[in-house]
């Protein structure tokens, strides 16, 4: 790899980390290992070409083209956490992977997508989802951090809201969300 090509892969990692919180071939190395995935079966629940995969995670392209598929991916990583914290067996692991396969994205903040199945409202883990994402496209975590410790002695409930949203896990912020709500 020459001078240049090595340039455009840094700059398209760092472009990956300020979109996605991480380089892509971080998270995507990261979902493998934790859900048993391969490269191939990883693409096929994304719905990408194993090329494409192998270029967003070696940098040669920075950003997922398709809004469906960047939903995939953050079910994934919602699904991944579920498998760490014990929540979800690896069974049912699999059987959510298929489901997230055949999904087609959207998200609750526009009003498409996923919903609950009574009465069409978004599942409060979907909302704190959304919201873990917005915040993590605007700044890694580092930073998010870094903010909220600036925020904490004149505001402190703002610092809180960014600690467990910005760089915390879904779990902490369905319990801060459903705590706050009246």
Known sequence: MDAAQQEATARARELQ????????????RRLIDDLGLNQARLAAVL?????????LMSGQRAKIGNPAVVQRVQALQELSSQVADG??????ATDRMEEIKKSQGGSVLTGTGQTTSTGG???V???VREIQSLLR????AGDIIDA??????THPELAEFLRVYGAGRTADAV???EGHQS
């Open 17 to 28: 980390r300020s979109w996605y919180g991480e380089p892509l071939g971080a998270l995507f």
């Open 47 to 55: 719905g990408l070409s194993a090329p494409m995969l192998s270029q």
């Open 175 to 177: 319990a801060h969300y």
């Open 148 to 153: 909220a410790d600036a925020l904490a002695p």
């Open 137 to 140: 496209s605007v700044s890694a």
């Open 87 to 92: 929540s979800v067996s690896a069974g049912e």
């Open 125 to 127: 883990r979907r909302v």
């Open 121 to 123: 409202a978004p599942t």
